[in-house]
C-alpha cells in the first residue's frame, strides 16, 4: 500500500465517482481505476460499490478512509517537522511589558509559540524605563513600552494607536 493510492482512494470517494476524481487529481481515468483494483488486490478486499451514479465506500472502504485520513495528515505533519528541523527557530524570548499591555498582548504573542513550538516566551513586567534599562543591559530581548521615551540606538515598532480621554467628575446640583 502506498501513499499514493491512499490518497486516489480517498479522493475517488470524497468526489464520488471515479470521473471525477481523475480530473481533480490531473490524471486520466483508467490509471485511476487500476491503482485502486491494485489497491483492493493487495488488501483482498473490495473497498468500492461501483454503480451508475458513482461509487460508494464499503464498510472496509470507510475503515481503509479513515486510516488513509490519519496517515496522509500524519506524512504531511512529518513532512513539515523534518524540513522545518533543519531551519527551526528555538530558544528564549525575554519580552518585559508594561502592566497596561499584560492583559492585551499575550493573547498576541500566544501565536508565536504555534508557530515557533519551540521558542520558549518569558514575560516579565515593568515601567517602561525599567524597561529600557533592562534592553540596555541585554537582561531581555525586546519591550512593550509606552512612549514618549529617548533612546537613539533601539528601533521602536507602533503597536497600536490608543484612544485616551480626560474623566471629570459631573457638576453636582445644587437644590
Known amino acids: 500500500m502506498e501513499f499514493r493510492q491512499l490518497s486516489y482512494f480517498k479522493t475517488v470517494v470524497e468526489m464520488g465517482s471515479f470521473t471525477a476524481a481523475a480530473k481533480q487529481l490531473h490524471m486520466a481515468q483508467p490509471p485511476l481505476s487500476r491503482q485502486i483494483s491494485n489497491l483492493e488486490d493487495e488488501l483482498n478486499v473490495q473497498l468500492l460499490n461501483r454503480g451508475a451514479k458513482g461509487v460508494v465506500p464499503t464498510d472496509a472502504g470507510k475503515l ?19 524540513r522545518f528541523l533543519g531551519t527551526a527557530v528555538s530558544g528564549k524570548l525575554r519580552l518585559g511589558m508594561i ?3 499584560v492583559g492585551v498582548v499575550p493573547n498576541t504573542l500566544a501565536t508565536i509559540t504555534d508557530y515557533y513550538p ?15 534599562d533592562q534592553l540596555e543591559k541585554h537582561q531581555i530581548d525586546a519591550a512593550i513600552v509606552r512612549t514618549p521615551f529617548s533612546v537613539r540606538h533601539m528601533r521602536e515598532e507602533a ?3 490608543e484612544r485616551m480621554v480626560a474623566v471629570v467628575p ?4 445644587r437644590d
Open 170 to 173: 459631573k457638576p453636582m446640583k
Open 64 to 82: 481503509l478512509l479513515a486510516y488513509a485520513d490519519q496517515l496522509i495528515q500524519l506524512r504531511a505533519e512529518a513532512d513539515h517537522q523534518v
Open 159 to 161: 503597536l497600536m494607536e
Open 118 to 132: 519551540n521558542v520558549q516566551l518569558l514575560i516579565s513586567e515593568s515601567d517602561t524605563y525599567q524597561l529600557i
Open 99 to 101: 502592566s497596561s499591555a
